[in-house]
């Protein structure tokens, strides 16, 4: 929202302190490549509906799905997303020249390791999955080649949010006593490298694993 300077006199004093907050936040978001809120849109009810699929407006220009998932007798809830690491890359090139342009060098410095953990030669696509309960808490945090698997971003993003309405009535985890905490536990390299090879079960999934709290499954 920009400033209107003609009506600035007639403007409530909390008006004009929004529009200044809105206004700088516009350009921070400019800046740091991250885009505006949007709608939570419903995908999908389990059968019994007492599971539900949510899409959530993307934080960044990189995030390419973000995901959140309910149950109506657990806490919290968990959330997915998938981002488009050339993009992601990016991003960090932007946050370090806006950093040190101010003579914020720790914090550029900061980006650039965060930047250098990045390899868009071997993988393309970042995959995360929080707990949210209080506070969110990273599960898993992994890297993936989908150079040859998967045509296009949106087919990679069309895959994950395919796996995650099949989670919602999976046996395996509708008879768990806490379905959230069981959906962050499973292998999940096991089941997107099904979900991607569902015609060549033999094939493996070429992945970097960046991140796994201690308690998650999953092949190292």
């Known amino acids: 929202m920009a400033f209107n300077l003609s009506d600035i006199g007639n403007m409530p004093i909390e008006s004009f302190i929004q529009q200044g907050i809105d206004t700088f936040f516009k350009h921070q978001k400019e800046k740091t490549g991250e885009v505006g809120l949007g709608e939570i849109k419903l995908i999908r009810r389990s059968n019994d509906e007492d599971r539900k699929l949510y899409e959530l407006p993307p934080s960044h220009l990189f995030t390419l799905g973000a995901y959140q998932v309910k149950h109506e007798e657990a806490r919290g809830s968990v959330i997915v997303t998938l981002e488009h690491l050339p993009k992601l890359y990016e991003s960090f090139n932007r946050k370090i020249l806006s950093e040190a342009s ?7 410095e900061g980006y650039l390791h965060k930047q250098k953990n990045i ?6 696509h970042r995959l995360k999955v929080f707990r949210v309960d209080r506070s969110k808490i990273l599960i898993w945090l992994m890297d993936l080649d989908l150079h040859d698997q998967v045509g296009s971003s949106s ?3 069309s895959i994950l949010e395919s796996l995650l309405i099949k989670f919602l009535d999976a046996p395996e985890l509708r008879r768990k006593a806490n379905y959230l905490d069981s959906l962050v536990d499973i292998d999940w390299v096991r089941y997107l490298e099904n979900a991607i090879y569902a015609d060549a079960l033999d094939k ?4 970097k694993l960046v991140f796994r709290k201690p308690h998650a499954p999953g092949r190292s």
């Not at 101010?102 to 550029?108: D, E, K, T, V, W």
């Open 102 to 108: 101010q003579g914020n060098l720790s914090n550029a």
């Open 119 to 124: 390899d868009i030669a071997q993988y393309t």
């Open 155 to 157: 087919a990679a993003k």
């Open 204 to 207: 493996r999934l070429k992945y």
